[in-house]
């Protein structure tokens, strides 16, 4: 079965850093593009980022651009999602998802609060 | 980085039909946009529904359909059911810079 479990999301201080991670299984990892995508509560889809197959290709929404780092460990088989300078607008559900959007992991809820 | 357009809400009649489209800030909706269509229904993770415009997953039902449309790219349904009562997101790419861009959502009821 084809599989992607985010972890990582929490609570943190704006200012603040956390690191997501997507683990996936049942696909050959290594030959997917992979991508972020947030939530915030209560509205709608937000592209953040994607990186290509071998990580040397990583493209930014504006809104992240130089605060987020997208990358990934082939041989582990897990997506990574650095976030520095957390705002409080960064407050979101954070799904990973492999390319063509299929699947999607569950998400993992990020809040940005004092 | 470009906007990317959606009706707010739009109200179907079961078994009626209703077209949600998709616009860009930058011109007409091609197919070098390869857009995509996401039904989230409440508390559930997004499922995609379309790809390239018009490609179906194997879970897509066959009431759904894509298209281009006034330079739009555009999610049809046809005979509508109280399970389609959903949140609508479509999403398009912009090659130019790589980036990825997903429209404000359509509530769509079944009424």
């Known amino acids: 079965e084809v599989q992607l479990v985010e972890s990582g999301g929490g609570l943190v201080q704006p200012g603040g850093s956390l690191t997501l991670s997507c683990a996936a299984s049942?696909?050959?990892?290594?030959?997917?593009?992979m991508h972020w995508v947030r939530q915030a509560p209560g509205k709608g889809l937000v592209w953040v980022s994607r990186i290509n197959s071998d990580g040397t290709i990583t493209t930014y929404a504006d809104s992240v651009k130089g605060r987020f780092t997208i990358s990934r460990d082939n041989a582990k088989k897990t997506l990574y999602l650095q976030m520095d300078s957390l705002r409080a607008e960064d407050t979101a559900v954070y799904y990973c998802?492999?390319?063509?959007?299929?699947?999607w992991g569950q998400g993992t809820l990020v809040t940005v609060s004092s | 980085q470009a906007v990317v357009t959606q009706e707010p809400s739009l109200t179907v009649s079961p078994g009626g039909t209703v077209t949600l489209t998709c616009g860009s800030s930058t011109g007409p909706v091609t197919s070098g946009h390869y857009p995509y269509w996401f039904q989230q229904k409440p508390g559930q993770v997004p499922r995609t529904l379309m790809y390239d415009i018009s490609k179906k997953y194997s879970w897509t039902p066959a009431r759904f359909s894509g298209s281009l449309l006034g330079g739009k790219a555009a999610l049809t349904l046809s005979g509508a059911q109280p399970e389609d009562e959903a949140d609508y997101y479509c999403s398009l790419s912009y090659s130019g810079t790589r980036i990825w861009v997903f429209g404000g959502g359509t509530r769509l009821t079944v009424l």
């Open positions: 998802a492999r390319d063509l959007f299929d699947p």
């Open positions: 049942g696909f050959s990892f290594n030959t997917y593009w």
